[in-house]
């Protein structure tokens, strides 16, 4: 892979501080370029063009394929089928660890969704690919498919989530409802969503030989290398991914799914280089979605607003072969101090690709209930939905009891208001319109999503040059790890960022884990911390311990490294430059490798969370229905902020999809036949430029001593949490109509005038 | 993509011969077409590319004071053209309420008044779905509908159609020029489209190989461009096919309205012109009430055809706001958000 | 049959043979001539990764047969640029962090040249929005994106400015 040509903006550089400087994207110029290169743009020669059929029944069986059909067409090179494919090493039905879903890579004529892939025809071309696998005109044996919420008999999952409890108890929730003075019973509805990244899943595989080459958007560069090498039979080092770029991922891009590995099969096949890029339609079905859910919250309060008791309960559906429980009701475990809560959840199986983590995965579905749901409790009691939750401050997590490793929520509330002019605000719904006679409602929303921590190796490298590299394959899916986590890797070098060449998006570079749960720039920047600390501490022990040195003696505590120096602690005359010392110790380099880790102890001791508050303005049109979102405010604190004109990207990112969540996605089944209805971005509304209103995000200082050694919260997901429910809250501010169903519809609000 | 032999003649002769062929299909900008193709719904064995004819890609305003617009001016040319905006505003606001800038860019005129239904069922070949093949039965009855129409449907059909442009040219009574086998003719926009009846597959009066070769709007209708919108409920602000639009026009003398157009989008298989609505306002103060019995008679007829009984009283209120919009005179320039109920100079809500 | 055909692609002209009269003409930029700077994100003109200008004018690229197109001028994000001169529009981009994944970025761009071009939405934030609301973005980059388009549209009106002064 060509070295990438990296940029910075150098006007924002401050030497020695890269953290905290709003640099802008280091990748910018080659993405305003169209130079940034993307999995399905790679085209090794003698490349062959894959593309998937697909079924278009949600249950039974293929009975047959017409491959005649589709190899007479000119350019079609093979079709492979359940039987005609290269073998596998293993079942691709056998979970070898839980990060393991089952997929469809043909090893069966068993249909279990709709859209799954049933064949794949190669080509010499696109067009001749594409029409091929028209050509298939498969036949079923069709069986009813199992749809909806109320498919078949319920159960209770063992976990939700990853590894979640089904069910927390704390106190007692029916004395604490029935000693309420208040209460409200809701049930809410969240409908599935699709990840839909505008990078359609792709892969370019080429195997050459016994060594395999992948380029394919990844989020897991080494979780779907290990997934690649076990179901090939494969040494790991014989595999390389290059992922240098996500075209937006959102978790649908995380785990190895069945179509790149059909790609790997079709080169394999064909003994030479495959492209097999999906199509928009077929991104509904294999690669994940999130799952609908049915929601009911009891929750009552005292007569001076306080919370007696949540109850949040549950429903959601997984596939017919596979188990992923959106863990919906484990919102209402951290934000409000009631004294007794339960949450629980159950499911129902049906025919549908196996649910996913989607940004957010529990906390936007949950979060949009529990937020409508306080919001409806503050207006039983008669109070500002504000006030109500600051009557409910949580100041220990109250499901477990433990402080908060840091908590800015109330200045996140202040702030956020303040911008937002909250206080203006009527207390009574549907009393506030603008000039033009729109009903305008105010309405805001908590934020929470927890600061996780997974496992990250990265190598850093000093040279005799006075540069320095860090290398970690890290993933940039557009929250800017090219950008963030080098100008971690600068500080940690005591580099200016120019002189730190920064490699990342590639399998042959040290484990990033994954780019996920909000916390990869918190996990990679750990790594990079501890691997720059240890190469200083190499280099500073070459020259500490050289009496030509003018550290001698210094001791490894004694320097600090700055601007490509090492300068004595107790004494700034003393210093020396990295080429100096390396050039006298005589060797080109210096290498060392650190971990990103979490820390249990401090994870017994502490509840880990970001947190927010978001304010949001709709105006409705009483008569038409039609809803705007015309403001929203954000204020979240999130611990240290790495680079705050990304951050601010991400946040904004993050609403968006919230004011997506409350009145735009939402994919349609149709109920007799389980086939999604609008898999398209024309009728798969997200929203569009005119939906999206001037923004306005605050990141409210926050100092975290516990979550890891950088401070880093982590910011990707949260921004949806609180905005739902926000934009949810203003068109019951706005018309006195509280809808419960998502997205809120047209029809929803024509009840009244 | 089915395979398909490509045409390319060189006259509107050459052009109506080739397609009159069984098979072939004509060929303009594609925005439909090709849609229509790449998902197999339509797999035309020859398309016939008319957009290298010369000649009908003119705006021309006629000595009789009509206006014709050939078939290959694209919708974002006619909508940008000063004049044309001045004279039939509702037109071009409901052009620019349409898909996005890039397919007005390429859609053309002609296009616009053939695209397809975009019913779920119509586009999924693996549902049943009479006008893609005929007999085969209609999936969207009990099915996810509640966009579907409220108008005109049959037992066989219950698709709209999509077309933003159309409703305020059949409110001004637009004429479609065509040319055919048997030499050139012309008909009323509103004979162009079929309601379904017991064949849904046959949308339009067109025979094969005719080719429409231009739209016509009469000198009368020149007379709205004082009182002319076109307003479109959606589910985003934008890029998004209308739940229901009308374009309302009025002719307004000594406060009184000397004539009224009112046409429904979204409603029906076709685009809907609301006659009996017309008559009522004619000669009557431009009031509320008038407007509202407007609606009342618009939606006489109006049953729901499955989860949409919603968009009778969604259509009967944009009936209202438009005729009110239309009453309150056109704006001097269209709003930044055409055809939305927010387009910021709209202001004719009563709190 | 073959085709031949003959296009201008960022200022160059090409001829071409096309062996199939069923190339978009996205198709044809990205998988015969190597310009996979514009991107296909769902293929059926609803989301404007695609977008370039076709004879000055922005298009959807998946929904426009190359065949039919003989002789057209067409730009990408290729042609954008002067070498390492980045056009108004993509420095502006970068500036206003108008994107994060990069991918809708290039039919953003062009998009938004083409807008420029048109005229129809000048300064106006709100006419920007409506007239870019055919270039959908995920990562939800659209403030930036609309800040980016005022920067450039200010850049422009100041020159035009200097011009008649």
Redesign the interface.
């Known amino acids: 892979m060509p070295e990438l040509n990296l940029t910075s903006?150098p006007a924002h550089l401050r030497h020695g501080s890269s953290i905290g400087q709003p640099l802008?994207?280091r990748?910018?110029?080659?993405?305003?370029?169209?130079?940034?290169?993307?999995a399905?743009?790679n085209?090794p020669p003698g490349l062959l063009?894959a593309v998937i059929a697909v079924s278009?029944?949600a249950h039974g069986r293929v009975t047959s394929l017409d491959v005649a059909a589709a190899k007479r067409?000119?350019?079609v090179v093979e079709v492979m089928t359940p039987d005609h494919k290269p073998p596998l090493a293993i079942d691709p039905e056998i979970k070898t660890n839980p990060f393991v879903f089952r997929m469809e890579v043909l090893q069966s004529n068993e249909v279990r969704y709709a859209n799954q892939p049933i064949a794949v025809v190669i080509a010499e071309?696109?067009?001749?690919a594409?029409?091929g696998a028209?050509l298939l005109a498969p036949r079923y044996e069709t069986l009813p498919a199992l749809v909806g919420l109320d498919a078949g008999k319920s159960y209770v999952p063992p976990v939700v989530g990853v590894g979640n409890p089904t069910e927390n108890h704390l106190g007692d929730v029916t004395a604490g409802l029935a000693s309420a003075d208040k209460q409200i019973d809701a049930i809410y509805e969240t409908p599935a969503q699709y990840h839909?990244?505008?990078?359609?899943h792709a892969i370019v595989a080429h195997w050459n030989g016994d060594r395999l080459e992948i380029d394919m958007p990844t989020q897991g560069l080494m979780l779907s290398l290990a997934r690649v090498a076990e179901l090939f039979g494969i040494a790991h080092d014989k595999i390389h991914i290059r992922s240098p770029?996500?075209?937006?991922?959102?978790g649908s891009k995380g785990l190895m799914a069945g179509p790149p590995v059909l790609g790997i099969m079709a080169a394999k096949l064909v003994g030479k280089p495959v492209k097999l890029?999906l199509?928009?339609e077929q991104m509904y079905g294999p690669v994940g979605h999130r799952a609908p859910t049915r929601q009911r919250l009891r929750i009552g309060a005292d007569a001076e607003g306080r919370l007696t008791a949540l109850d949040h309960h549950a429903r959601t559906v997984s596939s017919t072969f596979d188990d992923f429980y959106e863990p919906a009701a484990d919102a209402s475990h951290t934000l409000y101090a009631a004294p007794a809560i339960r949450t629980s959840h159950d499911a129902v199986r049906v025919n549908t690709g196996t649910p996913l983590f989607m940004r957010a995965p529990g906390e936007a579905t949950g979060s949009i209930a529990l937020e409508s749901a306080i919001d409806e409790m503050a207006w039983a009691c008669g109070m500002d939905p504000l006030a109500f939750r600051l009557k409910n401050y949580a100041e220990v997590e109250p499901i477990t009891g433990k402080p908060f490793s840091s908590k800015a929520l109330r200045a996140c509330y202040d702030q956020g208001a303040a911008r937002f002019g909250w206080a203006k605000r009527s207390l009574q719904p549907r009393q506030m319109?603008d000039?033009?006679?729109?009903l305008v409602g105010w309405g805001m929303g908590t934020a929470t999503f927890p600061a996780l921590m997974f496992q990250a190796e990265a190598r850093a490298v000093l040279r005799r040059d006075g540069s320095g590299a860090m290398e970690i394959g890290a993933h940039?899916?557009?929250?800017?790890a090219w950008t963030a986590l080098a100008q971690i890797a600068a500080d940690e070098l005591g580099l200016d960022i120019e002189r730190v060449e920064f490699k990342a998006g590639s399998s042959d570079l040290p484990d990033a884990g994954i780019a996920g749960g909000s916390a990869h720039t918190a996990t990679a920047g750990a790594a990079i911390h501890s691997a720059g600390a240890a190469v200083i501490a190499k280099l500073a022990d070459l020259a500490t311990n050289d009496e030509r040195s003018p550290l001698f003696g210094a001791g490894n505590a004694g320097v600090i490294a700055r601007d490509g120096r090492l300068t004595r602690r107790d004494d700034e005359s003393r210093s020396e430059s990295y080429g100096e010392i390396l050039a006298r110790a005589g060797v080109a380099e210096v290498e060392a490798r650190g971990t990103g880790a979490p820390n249990p102890a401090a994870m017994e001791q502490y509840a880990m969370h970001a947190h927010g508050a978001v304010f949001a303005e709709v105006?409705v049109?009483?008569?038409?229905?039609?809803i705007?979102v015309t403001r929203m405010v954000g204020a979240f604190a999130a611990g240290r902020i790495v680079n705050p004109?990304?951050v601010?990207?991400?946040l904004?990112?993050?609403?968006?999809?919230g004011l997506s969540f409350a009145l735009?996605e939402e994919a349609?089944?149709?109920?007799?036949?389980g086939?999604i209805?609008?898999a398209?971005?024309?009728?798969y509304?997200?929203?569009?430029?005119?939906?999206?209103p001037?923004?306005d995000v605050i990141t409210v200082e926050e100092h975290d001593p516990h979550v890891n050694a950088l401070g880093i919260k982590g910011v990707g997901e949260i921004g949806i949490t609180g905005s739902a429910g926000a934009v949810a809250n203003a068109v019951w501010h706005a018309t006195g109509v509280r809808v419960r169903r998502f997205p809120i519809?047209?029809?929803d609000l024509?009840t009244q005038r | 993509m089915k395979q398909f032999d490509y045409v390319r003649p060189a006259t509107v002769a050459e052009a109506v011969a080739a397609a009159a062929q069984p098979g072939a299909t004509y060929l303009a900008a594609g925005t439909n077409l090709l849609d229509l193709m790449k998902g197999n719904i339509s797999r035309p064995d020859r398309l016939v590319d008319v957009t290298h004819l010369d000649g009908l890609d003119q705006i021309e305003r006629l000595a009789d004071g009509s206006l014709r617009i050939g078939a290959l001016v694209s919708n974002a040319d006619l909508a940008h053209d000063a004049e044309f905006a001045k004279t039939y505003p509702a037109v071009a606001e409901a052009l620019l309420s349409g898909a996005s800038a890039q397919l007005r860019n390429a859609a053309t005129v002609g296009g616009n008044l053939l695209q397809r239904t975009r019913c779920a069922y119509f586009y999924d070949t693996a549902s049943r779905c009479n006008k893609r093949e005929a007999g085969s039965g209609c999936d969207a009855r009990g099915g996810e509908n509640r966009t579907h129409a409220v108008l005109g449907w049959s037992e066989s059909c219950i698709a709209t159609h999509p077309s933003d442009f159309c409703v305020p040219l059949l409110a001004l009574d637009a004429i479609v020029e065509i040319e055919g086998r048997n030499g050139r003719r012309e008909i009323a926009l509103d004979e162009l489209h079929r309601l379904p009846g017991h064949t849904p597959e046959r949308e339009t009066v067109l025979e094969p190989g005719d080719l429409i070769l231009a739209v016509r709007l009469p000198p009368a209708a020149r007379g709205f461009a004082a009182h002319a919108r076109y307003l479109k409920v959606r589910e985003r602000m934008s890029y998004a096919f209308a739940i229901v639009s009308a374009a309302a026009a009025l002719r307004i003398e000594d406060g009184k309205v000397a004539e009224a157009r009112l046409a429904l989008g979204g409603v029906a298989a076709k685009p809907w012109r609301a006659r009996a609505a017309e008559d009522v306002l004619r000669g009557v103060a431009p009031t509320a009430d008038a407007f509202q019995e407007a609606a009342w008679r618009a939606l006489a007829d109006a049953k729901p055809s499955g989860d949409n009984s919603y968009k009778i009283e969604l259509a009967r209120r944009i009936v209202v706001r438009a005729l009110t919009l239309a009453a309150a005179g056109t704006p001097a320039r269209i709003p930044a958000l055409p055809a939305s109920p927010f387009a910021s100079t709209s202001g004719a809500i009563h709190a | 049959m073959n085709h031949s055909i003959s296009l201008t692609v960022n200022g160059a002209r090409r001829d071409f043979v096309l062996d199939d009269p069923r190339v978009m003409l996205l198709d044809l930029l990205r998988e015969r001539l190597h310009l996979t700077g514009t991107k296909k994100g769902c293929d059926r003109g609803q989301c404007g990764a695609c977008t370039i200008l076709v004879d000055g004018k922005r298009i959807n690229s998946c929904l426009a047969l190359a065949i039919s197109h003989d002789g057209a001028d067409i730009l990408t994000i290729e042609g954008v640029a002067r070498g390492d001169q980045l056009h108004p529009v993509q420095a502006a981009f970068i500036a206003h962090d108008g994107f994060q994944c990069g991918f809708c970025t290039p039919g953003q761009i062009m998009s938004a040249i083409g807008m420029m071009q048109e005229a129809q939405a000048g300064n106006d934030p709100e006419r920007i929005r409506e007239c870019m609301s055919g270039n959908l973005c995920r990562c939800g980059a659209y403030a930036g994106i609309v800040d980016a388009v005022l920067e450039a549209q200010a850049g422009v009106d100041e020159t035009n400015q200097r011009r008649s002064a």
């Open positions: 903006a802008t994207r990748d910018g110029v080659l993405k305003v370029k169209g130079q940034a290169t993307y399905a743009d085209h063009f278009n029944i067409h000119p350019g071309t696109l067009e001749a594409t029409e028209v839909n990244a505008m990078e359609p770029f996500l075209g937006g991922g959102f890029v199509r928009r319109r000039d033009a006679g729109l940039d899916m557009g929250q800017g105006k049109d009483p008569e038409l229905g039609q705007r004109h990304l601010r990207s991400q904004f990112g993050g609403m968006i999809w735009h349609i089944t149709d109920r007799r036949s086939r209805m609008n398209n971005l024309g009728e509304h997200i929203p569009v430029n005119a939906d999206v001037p923004l519809r047209i029809e024509l």
